[in-house]
T-cell receptor, first 112, second 115 residues
């Protein structure tokens, strides 16, 4: 079955460490997205990519980095420069022109 | 202020009651997308509205987009415990005849349905 996989589901890291969240899709979707969800704030866009080897900053890109070397994969690195990294991170993908995203099941990152 | 406002922020209803969730944009929309989320999980796509005045239904859920394409409502008829969750609207903001290719989300509405 086609879908989008995020791993791991739960992640704990010490303050000051970089951490990479994985996102893989086998839906042959061109576009991929990373959102962050905090209680009471809905989803906020971190980065998105509409084509391989290209990506754009979203509303809250500071302290994050991404790469899109393959169509199927869009990993997100949370760097030590991100001041409040503890959150629920959601990856999504879509076909160009239709934003009915398919979402992954999310990664809950806790930084201690 | 938020580009996309959802109301109410939370809603508690008795099973069988009807309810409405609203989503208002400060900008004209190219498209409006409704999603449902179970706590701690990813979002599930429900419906997309694009034309002014458009209305779509799926089972007991109906969504409408106003003529000006700045406000949408989601209506649930005869609610059931299975309707409980977080409902989020996602806006594809109008960019001069086309889409920006990304969604801006509202804060979400937490729906609780008591049996």
């Amino acid at each position: 079955d086609g879908g989008i996989t995020q791993s791991p589901k739960y992640l704990f890291r010490k303050e000051g460490q970089n951490v990479t969240l994985s996102c893989e899709q086998n839906l042959n979707h061109d576009a991929m997205y990373w959102y962050r969800q905090d209680p009471g704030q809905g989803l906020r866009l971190i980065y998105y990519s509409q084509i391989v080897n290209d990506f754009q900053k979203g509303d809250i890109a500071e302290g994050y980095s991404v790469s899109r070397e393959k169509k199927e994969s869009f990993p997100l690195t949370v760097t030590s420069a991100q001041k409040n990294p503890t959150a629920f991170y959601l990856c999504a993908s879509s076909n160009t022109g239709f934003l009915g995203y398919t979402f992954g099941s999310g990664t809950r990152l806790t930084v201690v | 202020s938020q580009e996309l406002e959802q109301s109410p922020q939370s809603l508690i209803v008795q099973e069988g009651k009807n309810l409405t969730i609203n989503c208002t944009s400060s900008k004209t929309l190219y498209g409006l997308y409704w999603y449902k989320q179970k706590y701690g999980e990813g979002l599930i796509f429900l419906m997309m509205l694009q034309k002014g005045g458009e209305e779509k239904s799926h089972e007991k859920i109906t969504a409408k987009l106003d003529e000006k394409k700045q406000q949408s409502s989601l209506h649930i008829t005869a609610s059931q415990p299975s309707h409980a969750g977080i409902y989020l609207c996602g806006a594809d903001i109008y960019a001069g005849g086309t889409s920006y290719g990304k969604l801006t989300f509202g804060q979400g509405t937490i729906l609780t349905v008591h049996p």
